[in-house]
T-cell receptor, first 118, second 116 residues
Framework: DAKTTQPPSMDCAEGRAANLPCNHS???????VYWYRQIHSQGPQYIIH???NNETNEMASLIITEDRKSSTLILPHATLRDTAVYYC???????????????????FGSGTQLTVLP | DAGVIQSPRHEVTEMGQEVTLRCKPI?????LFWYRQTMMRGLELLIY????????DSGMPEDRFSAKMPNASFSTLKIQPSEPRDSAVYFC??????????????FGPGTRLTVL
């Protein structure tokens, strides 16, 4: 799996957009970008994923650059409850996983500690 | 659905004792994962199962750790004998293999283990 690089920490004002960057310069064509977050004392929570197109769901938006070497997770209106560690993960396409028999695990890096300030 | 259930939520034991952590995956999920999280090492995958069969245990730190999945609704992670460096939060996660799920794993609340 491609290695990801994230800033260790970020602050964001409540109500403003939080933009969390992730570099994955060695990503290959069949690897998806996934975002999870972990609120203190809880298990990780899935947020969003994408391959090359921008994605949006009820939680966040994912912007992937055209060369796919970096991406940005956007929380459009951050709240205090969004304070958490955010993990960017790249993972091989699930169909390829099934064909090759490779592991279906996720490898978590150190993530970004996002602190939403009142 | 109640989500992934783990027990106990907190465990305090003395060095040398056997510790058993339990997990009930979400019904219908055929993949189960055990992770360990510490401040020093972050979140690490220990082992995962597919249809109750261990597939990859390369993350298990040493022979003191063992995991079983006797049926689709139950898994255990056992540490024998336990050591202070095993103190961590242990997470269990599960996911389905259907087309719509990709790699979205659902995590349990974790078991905080303290070995004195």
């Amino acid at each position: 799996d491609a290695k990801t690089t994230q800033p260790p920490s970020m602050d964001c004002a409540e109500g403003r957009a939080a933009n969390l960057p992730c570099n994955h310069s060695t990503i290959s064509g069949n690897e998806y970008v996934y975002w999870y977050r972990q609120i203190h004392s809880q298990g990780p929570q899935y947020i969003i994923h994408g391959l090359k197109n921008n994605e949006t769901n009820e939680m966040a938006s994912l912007i992937i650059t055209e060369d796919r070497k970096s991406s940005t997770l956007i929380l459009p209106h951050a709240t205090l409850r969004d304070t958490a560690v955010y993990y960017c993960i790249v993972r091989v396409d699930r169909l390829l996983i099934r064909q090759s028999g490779s592991a279906r695990q996720l490898t978590f890096g150190s993530g970004t500690q996002l602190t939403v300030l009142p | 659905d109640a989500g992934v259930i783990q027990s106990p939520r907190h465990e305090v034991t003395e060095m040398g004792q056997e510790v058993t952590l339990r997990c009930k995956p979400i019904s219908g999920h055929d993949y189960l994962f055990w992770y360990r999280q510490t401040m020093m090492r972050g979140l690490e995958l220990l082992i995962y199962f597919n249809n109750n069969v261990p597939i990859d245990d390369s993350g298990m730190p040493e022979d003191r750790f063992s995991a079983k999945m006797p049926n689709a609704s139950f898994s255990t992670l056992k540490i024998q004998p336990s050591e202070p460096r095993d103190s961590a939060v242990y997470f269990c996660a599960s996911r389905t293999a259907t087309e719509s799920s990709y790699n979205e794993q659902f995590f349990g609340p974790g078991t905080r283990l303290t070995v004195l």
